[in-house]
């Protein structure tokens, strides 16, 4: 069992930037490939971001490419989305991911996660 737990959530406005982390528990974090999703209110939820197990290979969604950026610390269970250049439009609840023994383009595919975090919102006002 892997607990999923976001933070660094809040209200920015726009151009400016977060950071948030995903703190996992459990064991073997390094066998699973970890992404990040969002879902903004009468969307479904959507890719934006993957790393692979060990954070030699990432993929990000064409609308986030270039101003979001994400890493992972193995030593310390947690991954984490650098968010820069906010715009309005990133304004959602952001929900890291974990998928067991996955490429991270797996993840990007929604395809093979076994856990999700609760969410943690992101607001970008105008």
């Known amino acids: 069992q892997v607990q999923l737990v976001e933070s660094g959530g809040g209200l920015v406005q726009a151009g400016g930037s977060l950071r948030l982390s995903c703190a996992a528990s459990g064991r073997a974090f390094s066998n699973y490939a970890m992404g990040w999703f969002r879902q903004a209110p009468g969307k479904e939820r959507e890719f934006v971001a993957a790393i692979s197990l060990k954070g030699g290979t990432s993929h990000y969604a064409a609308t986030v490419q270039g101003r979001f950026t994400i890493s992972r610390d193995n030593a310390k269970n947690t991954v984490y989305l650098q968010m820069n250049s906010l715009k309005p439009e990133d304004t959602a609840v952001y929900y890291c991911?974990?998928?067991?023994?996955?490429?991270?383009?797996?993840?990007?595919?929604?395809?093979?996660?076994?856990?999700w975090g609760q969410g943690t919102q992101v607001t970008v006002s105008s």
């Open positions: 991911a974990a998928a067991f023994d996955v490429t991270a383009r797996s993840v990007s595919l929604m395809k093979g996660i076994n856990y």
